[in-house]
Structures are given as structure tokens and as C-alpha cells.
């Protein structure tokens, strides 16, 4: 079984005007959930995971985004990006993917009383590393994942601070709720820059700024975007996609391909 932790429990109470705030906007900040001891004990789980080249993990150079390096053979090919299965790879990770204390905040924004983790997305660990670190274009999570609805949830776990210099997450709030026609977007679905569609919707753009310890909780459908880190120190998240009952993953696609995690409100 896995141990249960306790975060900071009076800042995942989340009031009404913060879940309005969240269906209009498409996130909303949590601050200072995570305590500096358990900041640097995941750090360093992080770190060692990294260190041991712990399968399986994600390449810069496997995404191809703006920066990354452009094959495994290139300078800084082998710079991980993500480490993969989250949840599976570490019972330490897996106590914070089922925090009783997120897992609330989420049922009280989804209105219900089971949240499920789906293990296929996310479920990770993002890391910017420097010098070798991508910029993420404009994108919906969502954009190859296979749901009965939009309505998923994405938590991201702040284990340093996050800023414009080392790779913080832009959003486009409120995006959650448009319709984007096709032309829109590219092969990949990140927004045109070029399109006449998005010309009014780029400045809305906000910077998400986080400080250690700090969980975001943001609309997995919310257009959203990130800087390379241009820092001389690794920047470490952890992020878990979650849903209500009401949401079911379409059979016979990946969002399906292992079985979903059932948490119910402790």
C-alpha cells in the first residue's frame, strides 16, 4: 500500500470563487503545498533517476521542439526530457499522484466524488535541463488523446521555483472553451503564430510564475506553451492527468492502453 503523505491542506480548500475562477481561466495556483523536505527529497529522487538513466524516459531529441538537439547523435542527444511512468516507477511518486489533498481540490472543480488518474498520459516527471532544454509551442494536451470529453485535469508539482528564465508555463486563459478550426493550427495541432484566428489570441497570454512547492492545476484542453530554461540549474515537475467517472477513455486507443487509477476522497 502505498504510504499516504499530508501536503498543506488549508491551501487545497478550494473556495467557490477559486473553482469559478478555474472554469473561466482553465487553471488556478495552489500555493505552497509541498514543504522544503519534501521538495528536496523528490529533487533528489529526480536527480538519482536522471543520474542511473532510469528507463523509460523521453529524449529532447526524440521531440524535436525549437532547441532540442537535433538527433541522439548531436551535442546533448541523450538529455532527458521527461521520465516516464511516474506512478509505477516509485512508490514516493506515487504518494503524491494519490495526495489526498489534490485529489479534493479536483473532485470539488469536477463536482464528483471518484477522481481517476489515467497512468498513458503525462505521468511523468518534466525536467529542463540547461543548455540542452526545447521551447514547447503553443498546444492542447489534449490534441492526441482519446476521451469521451474534454474534461481533464492536469497537476503539476512545482519542486523549484518556475520562471520566465528557466522555462515557465505561458497560458492562454480561457482557452479551454474555444473552438479552433483546423486551419488554425499545424500538422503537429500547435497553433499557426500566422493565422489570422490566433492574431487576437496570442496577447492574451499570461506567464504562470510558480514558487517552489507550489501545484497548478490547469484544463488538459487550455492552450498552454513553455520557454527553454537559459539557467545553469535543472528544473524538475512533476505532472499527473486526472478525470472524473463521467470521462472514459475510447477502447482500443492509448489513452486506454493501461488501466486507469480509481481515487476515491479519503
Not at 492509448?254 to 487509477?261: L, Q
Amino acid at each position: 500500500m502505498t504510504e499516504i503523505v499530508r501536503l498543506q491542506p488549508a491551501n487545497t480548500m478550494l473556495t467557490h470563487a477559486q473553482i469559478q475562477q478555474f472554469k473561466i481561466d482553465g487553471y488556478l495556483v495552489l500555493p505552497q503545498i509541498l514543504n522544503e523536505r519534501q521538495r528536496f527529497e523528490l529533487r533528489a529522487l529526480c536527480q538519482a533517476h536522471l543520474d542511473k538513466r532510469i528507463e523509460p524516459f523521453e529524449l529532447e531529441a526524440d521531440v524535436q521542439y525549437p532547441g532540442s538537439p537535433t538527433s541522439k547523435d548531436a551535442s546533448g542527444g541523450n538529455t532527458i526530457r521527461r521520465l516516464l511512468l511516474a506512478y509505477q516507477r516509485d512508490a514516493l511518486f506515487r504518494s503524491y499522484a494519490e495526495a489526498p489533498e489534490i485529489i479534493a481540490a479536483i473532485s470539488k472543480i469536477l463536482d464528483c466524488d471518484t477522481v481517476l488518474l489515467n497512468p498513458n498520459h503525462h505521468n511523468c516527471v518534466m525536467t529542463k535541463q540547461p543548455q540542452y532544454s526545447s521551447e514547447t509551442m503553443w498546444h492542447r494536451d489534449t490534441r492526441y488523446w482519446n476521451f469521451s470529453d474534454k474534461y481533464l485535469i492536469n497537476a503539476w508539482f512545482a519542486l523549484g521555483d518556475e520562471q520566465l528564465e528557466n522555462g515557465a508555463m505561458k497560458i492562454l486563459p480561457g482557452s479551454h472553451r474555444w473552438d479552433v478550426r483546423e486551419s488554425a493550427l499545424d500538422e503537429a495541432q500547435f497553433l499557426r503564430i500566422d493565422h489570422p484566428d490566433n492574431r487576437d489570441r496570442l496577447p492574451t497570454q499570461r506567464l504562470v510564475p510558480l514558487n517552489a512547492g507550489d501545484v497548478l492545476l490547469f484544463s488538459a484542453h487550455c492552450f498552454h506553451a513553455a520557454g527553454k530554461n537559459t539557467t545553469t540549474k535543472p528544473k524538475f515537475s512533476m505532472v499527473y492527468t486526472y478525470h472524473a467517472e463521467s470521462t472514459q477513455p475510447i477502447a482500443g486507443t492509448h489513452s486506454a492502453s493501461r488501466p486507469e487509477i480509481p481515487l476515491a476522497l479519503k
